[in-house]
């Protein structure tokens, strides 16, 4: 089936950690894209890729990296200079960055500072 | 910068009321599309409005998109157990999404 398949679904990490996401997506999709959410609030834009070997900051990308070497794959790291990563992380894609395509997301990761 | 606005925040209805939540722009969207968001689970595209005045049914979901195409609203008419979830708006050409409405529902 096609889709997005991000993993781990829960990671713990020490504080002063990096750690990476994984997003996969077997769409042939050109744009991807990393959203944080908080406990009942909404999407924020990390970092969005709109083809290979570019990327551009969300509203909130201090603390986090992105690659995009492959077109179907859009790691997300959260480095140690992110205060506050607890939080659910959803990657997502569209066929381009267009107006109209509709967004697909992945199921999501939760990562948690411990 | 440009933003979406949703309102409200949170809905708590009686099994069968209904239920209507509203997404604002500052500014005219070309589109507006709208996604739902069940308890632990991630965004799932429910519709997408484009034209100035649109409607659109979806079973007991009707979608609005304003005549100034700057806000658009959902409708749940007789609210059932399985419309429980986060409902947002977006702005599809910018990926900019609403805050959401959280929508609880009493059996």
């Known amino acids: 089936d096609g889709g997005i398949t991000q993993s781990p679904k829960y990671l713990f990490r020490k504080e002063g950690q990096n750690v990476t996401l994984s997003c996969e997506q077997n769409?042939?999709?050109?744009?991807m894209y990393w959203y944080r959410q908080d406990p009942g609030q909404g999407l924020r834009l990390i970092y969005y890729?709109?083809?290979?070997?570019?990327?551009q900051k969300g509203d909130i990308a201090e603390g986090y990296s992105v690659s995009r070497e492959k077109k179907e794959s859009f790691p997300l790291t959260v480095t140690s200079a992110q205060k506050n990563p607890t939080a659910f992380y959803l990657c997502?894609?569209?066929?381009?960055?267009?107006?109209?395509?509709?967004?697909?997301f992945g199921e999501g990761s939760w990562l948690t500072v411990v | 910068g440009q933003q979406v606005m949703q309102i409200p925040q949170y809905q708590h209805v009686q099994e069968g009321e209904d239920f209507t939540t509203y997404c604002n722009s500052s500014?005219?969207?070309?589109?507006i599309q709208w996604y739902k968001q069940r308890p632990g689970g991630h965004p799932v595209f429910l519709i997408q409005?484009?034209?100035?005045?649109e409607v659109k049914k979806q079973k007991r979901l009707t979608f609005q998109f304003g005549e100034a195409k700057k806000n658009s609203s959902l409708h749940i008419t007789a609210t059932q157990t399985t419309d429980v979830g986060t409902y947002f708006c977006a702005q599809a050409s910018k990926i900019i999404f609403g805050s959401g409405t959280r929508l609880s529902i009493r059996p």
């Open positions: 769409l042939n999709h050109d744009a």
């Open positions: 890729s709109q083809i290979v070997n570019d990327f």
């Open positions: 500014t005219t969207l070309s589109n």
């Open positions: 997502a894609s569209t066929r381009d960055r267009d107006a109209g395509n509709t967004i697909y």
């Open positions: 409005l484009v034209k100035s005045g």
